[in-house]
């Protein structure tokens, strides 16, 4: 089944709003992930959101984000083809206005997060306007998520040191004033590796903030950045809260190392030669006692267990998150 776009993504979150579940949205770094992360969701039953930064993007594109998107949006494509759930793609982080208008214009993400948190509040409110704006004029079947408040840690290479936690009644002057289609809220996690148990975490600010929204009619989802860190009963608390998108990342990229690394170390002699060996690795295939071991070598050993170990852990998630059995689209 194809991916799709912001209107269907729109019926996830009222669904994910009524039932109180949250859909993961999974970071991609490079394409098993992205594959491990199909296979844990359709496993599950659950839609999938996932996620390409601009660093990812640029990174798939060989320094071009555009061509990045492109090439990940129809590898995307075909891949969430071979499965019965809904696919979805948000576009992490983004603050080049240039970069949103082709992604709008390309129509490949089903949703865009506009990132000037970091920014004056007036700044914020007016950055995250013109995007709305944007997509108005442009008439894109995309939904637009912003973000009020800072969070702590370094995500795809910008560090924010410091927290800014949300506040609730300047949350529903936000959402009004930019009429942003979800609100990305900082309650005490963190970006990047973070112990749970030394984060402040404030489900009670999110509660806060949900039904100060509500008071003034809206209905806006809540989004949880920084949530590798954050304990699975600790998530389930946030998600009571109206929170129904929960961004993850790092947990994914250590998943990854950390399977490759395993495999490697478990049978180093299978691609490093003993100490006495001649090392020019030139002569390795044809002229030399000692051989690599292909078996071991060949990138898609590794890439098979890169893929199944995400699908695991993924799978894991939806059922923390109680996105498994929810599929609109399964
Ligand atoms: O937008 C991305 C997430 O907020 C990533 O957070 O690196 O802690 O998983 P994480």
């Known amino acids: 089944m194809p991916f799709y776009g912001g209107s269907e993504l729109a019926t996830v979150y009222d669904d994910a709003l009524t039932e109180g579940f949250g859909l993961i949205a999974s970071n991609i770094a490079e394409p098993n992930i992205m594959m491990g992360l199909i296979e844990g969701a359709a496993r599950k039953d659950s839609d999938l959101l996932l996620q390409l930064s601009g660093g990812a993007s640029t990174f798939a594109g ?31 982080h983004q603050s080049d206005l240039g970069f949103i208008e082709a992604q709008m214009d390309l129509g490949i993400p089903s949703s865009i997060m506009i990132d000037a948190s970091h920014e004056p509040f007036e700044e914020n409110v007016a950055r995250s306007r013109e995007v709305v704006e944007m997509k108005q004029d442009k008439d894109a079947d995309v939904l637009i998520e912003a973000e009020l408040g800072q969070i702590k840690g370094v995500e795809d290479n910008i560090e924010a040191a410091e927290a800014f936690y ?30 749970g148990k ?36 600790q998530l389930q608390e946030m998600l009571q809260h109206g929170i129904c998108k929960v961004n993850k990342d790092t947990r994914y990229q250590y998943e990854y190392t950390r399977t490759a690394f395993d495999l490697y170390r478990e049978d180093g002699t299978a691609i490093v030669p003993p100490e006495d060996t001649n090392a020019n690795r030139e002569t390795f295939f044809n002229d030399t006692e000692w051989s690599p071991n292909k078996d071991v070598f060949d990138p898609r050993v590794a890439g098979r267990e890169i893929r199944g170990r995400i699908a695991d852990v993924h799978a894991e998630l939806t059922e923390v ?10």
């Open 62 to 92: 060989n320094e071009d984000p555009v061509d990045g998107l492109r090439t990940m949006g129809t590898y995307i494509e075909a891949i969430a083809d071979q499965y019965d759930i809904g696919v979805f793609l948000n576009m992490d």
């Open 166 to 195: 949300t506040d609730p009644e300047q949350a529903v002057e936000f959402v009004d004033r930019t009429g942003c289609d979800l609100l990305a809220i900082s309650v005490g996690t963190q970006h990047g590796v973070a112990k």
């Open 321 to 330: 998150s109680g996105s498994a059995g929810h599929s609109r689209f399964a």
């Open 198 to 233: 030394n984060l402040e975490l404030r489900p009670d600010l999110a509660q806060e903030i949900r039904q100060t929204l509500r008071d003034h009619g809206l209905d806006t989802p809540l989004v949880l950045h920084g949530s590798s860190g954050v304990q699975p009963e």
